[in-house]
């Protein structure tokens, strides 16, 4: 009996244990199914694609937390003066406000890149670092037309991040953020790109630069200026915002492609400025109907709207409803493909672009300028929102709020100028020049003239709140 259980055991493995499962490579219908084994073995594949331990280990030591500290004027309630008179009146205006975000690390010797608004109008930054040390910040440069600014802290040897290829980051591709939400330090997040090139218009900056890399990684608030990592832990951008309803993350987060970030910090780090390259055109994206209308066969490009007179594209002979199409040969699909390719290059810079003019095709040689029309670098607090000497930026909703006003561009940096000279400080709001409205650097500069001699007057509203109107000359 021994024996013949044995037998039987030893028939059962050989006939029906030991054998290899059989893969199904065709139907009841008699169709070949040739793909079956691609399928399990991209399925293989994939469960190596999405082990993040790596990446992980690598990005959360180069991720910091940034924390600020301003202060910020109360709004006037004339319904409390009313109530109590003086004593209200004596109450401080001004109260300390607490901020926080995220930062990366992309040198061994203490540089950082977060994202402006984190520390915008900041008073003190402090950055604490994943083992828990704790320094404080200084701001190498900022720039609001990309919402990147760089810091740098007083360290050597630290852990940093090396730039990743967000040009070729393709939709699907799994990305890991890491951030620092809700104040939660070295919190990693998983997503994949879901779409890239997103313009969303959440830049106030007259030379804003927007297209997004848009994946489902979870971001809330203290994320931004975090890293978004490959699988491979190369910095592929840097996050920035989600659209929600509630404040937090309901399916969507954003982060600035590295291919954006890369050339500004090269220029705040090597000029404390970003050395913008214009073409002097408005642009907007090639509809169907355009598209009809100039009898493109594909509906891409960025169509012209307007040329700026004496600009780049001026030079080049562009005129209005021209479409271009691609950049030094990169195809241009839309108005923020062709920002990106732009943003790359730095005034003085040639380029050749291509057209499309009643049906016809043509390229020429563009040399890109600066916002002042000539090819030369930009000096230190001379940028594209600076005007005899003070950088300007269009007022927020909160600054609109709390001085009750309509329009104006607030003085953020002061340099040697005009603005100085006359006495102006850092925080000024302006609301007219030569009883002109502005809203914007470029209003600034067409309302104030070419000399200082132009400057007749200047109405606005002080960083305390008190309104006031200087007259100049005759």
């Not at 594949?45 to 959360?60: L, N, S």
């Not at 890491?178 to 959440?202: C, Q, Y």
């Not at 594209?313 to 562009?318: F, G």
């Amino acid at each position: 009996m021994a024996i013949l259980g044995a037998a039987i055991a030893l028939f059962a493995y050989t006939t029906i244990i030991d054998k290899p499962a059989a893969i199904v490579v065709k139907d009841s219908s008699g169709t070949e199914m040739p793909e079956a084994q691609a399928y399990l073995t991209a399925l293989q594949m994939q469960e190596g694609q999405v082990d993040f331990k790596y990446a992980a280990e690598q990005t959360v030591h180069a991720v910091v937390h940034v924390r600020t500290k301003s202060m910020v004027r109360e709004p006037e309630n004339p319904i409390l003066e009313w109530f109590y008179g003086d004593r209200y009146g004596s109450r401080p205006r001004e109260r300390e406000v607490a901020g926080f975000g995220s930062g990366v690390i992309i040198s061994a010797d203490g540089y950082i890149i977060t994202n402006n608004h984190v520390i915008e109008d900041a008073e003190n930054i402090e950055v604490k670092l994943n083992d828990n040390r704790i320094f404080n910040a200084t701001v190498i440069g900022r720039d609001p037309s990309t919402d990147i600014a760089l810091i740098k802290i007083d360290a050597k040897g630290l852990s940093y991040l090396r730039y990743g290829d967000s040009d070729n980051l393709k939709i699907g591709e799994w990305v890991l953020a890491v951030g620092n939400p809700f104040n939660l330090t070295s919190t990693v997040t998983a997503g994949i790109v879901s779409a890239k090139g997103r313009n969303l218009g959440i830049l106030d900056d007259d030379y804003r630069i927007e297209s997004f890399i848009q994946t489902d990684a979870a971001l809330n608030m203290g994320n931004s200026g975090g890293a978004l990592v490959d699988t491979k832990g190369l910095l592929v951008g840097i996050t920035s915002a989600i659209y929600s309803p509630s404040g937090a993350y309901a399916g969507n987060s954003f982060a600035i492609p590295v291919s954006i970030v890369k050339k500004v910090v090269e220029d705040l780090r090597q000029y404390g400025e970003v050395q913008r390259a214009l073409i002097g055109v408005v642009m907007t994206d090639v509809t169907s109907e355009i598209a009809e209308e100039q009898k493109l066969a594909e509906v891409k490009g960025a169509i012209i709207t307007e040329v700026k007179e004496g600009s780049a594209a001026a030079d080049a002979n562009l005129k209005e409803k021209d479409v271009i199409v691609k950049l030094d040969g990169e195809p241009i699909n839309s108005s923020s493909e062709l920002q990106v390719q732009v943003s790359k290059h730095r005034p003085g810079d040639k380029v050749n672009i291509t057209y499309i003019r009643n049906g016809k095709e043509i390229t020429v040689p563009i040399t890109m300028k600066n916002f002042a029309g000539t090819t030369g670098v930009v000096a230190r607090g001379m940028g594209a929102g600076t005007v005899f000497g003070a950088r300007f930026e269009s007022l927020s909703s909160n600054d609109r709020k709390i001085f009750g006003i309509e329009n104006g561009v607030k003085i953020v940096e002061l340099n040697d100028g005009l603005f100085r000279d006359l006495g102006l400080k850092k925080g000024t709001i302006i609301k007219s020049i030569n009883n002109k409205k502005v809203n914007s650097a470029d209003d600034v500069r067409q309302a104030a003239g070419t000399s200082e001699k132009s400057l007749k007057s200047i109405e606005g509203v002080t960083p305390d709140g008190r309104e006031f109107y200087f007259q100049y000359g005759k």
